[in-house]
């Protein structure tokens, strides 16, 4: 499985990004794709998950009602749509696929099999 990153960029606190993460290699549909973020210096935090069929989603605490993260299985695609952004968000995203789904636990970075590249997202406030 392979998995492209893009979206990012540098915008100002209070405006929106999406990310997108392309999924190609294998069926789009067997697998589980989650976002992770990283800023130097502090560890790699989760920041959303969504099942393979879409009707499984979680958040990290830091993101819950600013961030949604949606699938299209047309396009193999898994959306990270980003408003209120503030200068906290500032971090290396990156997207993960996993054949599993463990609920709550999809939140753990040691389940995910397969990683992107990342992409910058700086917030200046």
């Known amino acids: 499985v392979q998995l492209q990153a893009s979206g990012g960029g540098l915008v100002q606190a209070g405006d929106s990004l999406r990310l997108s993460c392309a999924v190609s290699?294998?069926?789009?549909?067997?697998?589980?794709i989650g976002w992770f973020r990283q800023d130097p210096g502090k560890e790699r935090e989760f920041v959303a998950a969504?099942?393979?069929?879409?009707?499984?989603?979680y958040y990290g605490d830091s993101v819950k009602g600013r961030f949604t993260i949606s699938r299209d299985s047309a396009n193999n695609t898994v959306y990270l749509q980003m408003n209120s952004l503030k200068s906290q968000d500032t971090a290396v995203y990156y997207c993960?696929?996993?054949?599993?789904?463990?609920?709550?636990?999809?939140?753990?970075?040691?389940?995910?099999?397969?990683w992107g590249q990342g992409t910058q997202v700086t917030v200046s406030s």
């Open positions: 993960a696929a996993t054949s599993k789904w463990l609920g709550p636990n999809i939140r753990f970075s040691r389940h995910y099999n397969y």
């Open positions: 290699g294998r069926t789009f549909s067997s697998y589980s």
């Open positions: 969504i099942s393979w069929r879409g009707g499984g989603i």
